[in-house]
């Protein structure tokens, strides 16, 4: 695949991840919806990773590492929720922990995330766009 090509797949796997973070959550799998939340910005990230520095995405799960390889300028407060997003990778995978994640993560947890996500994800995209 050429980078163009490297770039489409992951901005198309964030789509589809986020597509599934949504339907997830309407069916009350809160703690998976959150998984796919952080999948969906992570693979967003790794787009910018290729288009930034046309380099192949690294195999690296930590969001705000992702920022940094992407060379992306965030507020404190995106960096935040960046951090807290990439807690829900581990909290939702592994079973000592999914088991407590699953209590945290309600209906209005899950909401609050998915919501300010959503607009980090639309300021990503047009950051995207101005490379």
């Known amino acids: 695949m050429n980078k163009d090509e490297i770039i489409k797949y992951w901005f198309d796997a964030s789509e589809s991840d986020l597509d599934l973070c949504n339907s997830l959550f309407d069916n009350k799998r809160y703690s998976y919806s959150l998984f796919f939340l952080h999948l969906s910005i ?12 046309k380099l192949n995405a690294p195999f690296e799960h930590n969001l705000i590492r992702l920022v940094e ?3 992306i300028s965030c507020t404190e407060e995106q960096l935040d ?9 581990i909290k939702a995978r592994y079973d000592d922990y999914k088991n407590q994640f699953y209590k945290i993560a309600t209906s209005e947890y899950s ?3 998915i919501s300010k996500a959503n ?3 639309i300021w990503l995209k047009n950051n995207f766009q101005k490379i």
Do not use: P
């Open 42 to 53: 992570e693979k967003l990230l790794k787009a910018l990773i290729v288009k930034n520095t």
């Open 69 to 71: 390889i992407a060379k």
């Open 81 to 89: 929720l960046l951090s807290d997003i990439t807690t829900f990778n």
């Open 111 to 113: 909401q609050k995330y």
């Open 119 to 121: 607009e980090l994800i």
